[in-house]
């Protein structure tokens, strides 16, 4: 699953994960930290929103 940041259209992939920030490919969302913020522009985790 995917999920888009709503401030800046960052999307966040499970699959792929974010390893430029530490987070390993195949990292399910609710699996990353809640400290997680977008790499682009900073807002939290409660920003995205799940892309179907």
């Known amino acids: ?3 888009i ?3 800046c259209g960052y999307v966040y ?3 792929t994960g974010d390893p430029d920030n530490g987070i ?3 990292t399910k969302w609710e699996d990353v930290p809640e ?3 977008c790499p682009l522009c900073g807002v939290g ?3 995205f929103s799940a892309e179907d």
């Open 24 to 26: 390993a490919a195949g």
């Open 5 to 7: 940041c709503n401030v």
């Open 1 to 3: 699953m995917k999920y």
């Open 35 to 37: 400290d997680f913020v």
């Open 13 to 15: 992939d499970e699959t």
């Open 45 to 47: 985790k409660d920003e």
